[in-house]
């Protein structure tokens, strides 16, 4: 979903939180073919970025996409979507 | 890259009261294809060739064609990735790329296909359009602000459309 930051291992993290919802880095570091350290070390990155933000759920830290990232990515998508609409609404007009 | 994620595509499927030769001819003909969507092109669809344009305002709404003014005169890049004759067409662009202060050039592309299908008397178009999850979120935020105005406006403009033809 957000390809932005241009490093493939970033991008797996951030698909695996858009599909498995929040993880925390333990479960993170078992899929990946890098480092804990490293795997930590992309997660900060990509919370400094306000792509992912982390919170600590009793002793481990958890990570999430960020809310309001999901939802400005979403509201593009409802912007192209309406202007579909409404092209479509013009081809309509032209044919019909 | 390809994602099966459902941020990464938009579909919609309309069913046309006109004959399939007809709908063919609005999205695969170069000049009625631009007539409705609202681009001026400078030759003809063929594949793999690329294609530049203007933005000009569309000819079968001149209430819309006013709201697009603003957008008038912005250059609008297109790929033609295939054509089927009277089933489908793909193109790639850079997706409602309509600011003219803006070079939309070095971002990623995504891929529109729209599709043909005779139903009945009239005909089924489905469009496509994918790639949407390798655009920068910044670019998608700013995107997003700026059009948010004008595609409000739009999207009002369709309502009034839709309940003055009902």
Known sequence: MFAALGDPQRL?????????????????????????????????????????????????????????RLKEARGHLERISAQWDAALVRLRKLVE | MPSDSVTDRIQKSILL?????????????????????GVAFDGPFAPGARLTGKIVPTKVDPEVAELQAPHEGAKFEIFVDRIEPERLIAFRWHPFAVDPKVDYSAEP???????????????????????????????????????????????????????RAA
């Not at chain 1, 899929?31 to 070390?41: F, L, N």
């Not at chain 2, 709908?23 to 969507?37: H, Q």
């Not at chain 2, 089924?124 to 995107?143: C, H, K, M, N, Q």
């Open chain 2, 109 to 163: 592309t995504t891929l529109v296909v729209f599709e043909l299908e005779k139903l009945g008397e009239g005909t089924r178009l489905t469009v496509t359009e994918s790639g949407f999850d390798a655009i920068p979120i910044a670019r998608r935020a700013d995107a997003f602000k700026a059009n948010e105005g004008g595609w409000a406006h739009q999207t009002r403009l369709v309502e009034k459309y839709l309940s």
């Open chain 2, 17 to 37: 009261r006109a004959p399939l030769p007809r709908v063919w001819r609005a999205i695969s003909d170069a000049r009625e294809f631009g007539t409705w969507f």
């Open chain 1, 12 to 68: 797996t993290l951030v698909t695996r939180l858009c599909r498995e919802g929040p993880l925390s880095i333990a479960r993170l570091a078992e899929g990946a073919d890098i480092s804990r350290q490293a795997v930590t070390k992309h997660l900060h990155v990509l919370a400094d970025a306000g792509v992912i933000r982390g919170t600590r759920e009793g002793r481990e830290n958890v990570f999430e996409i960020e809310p309001r």
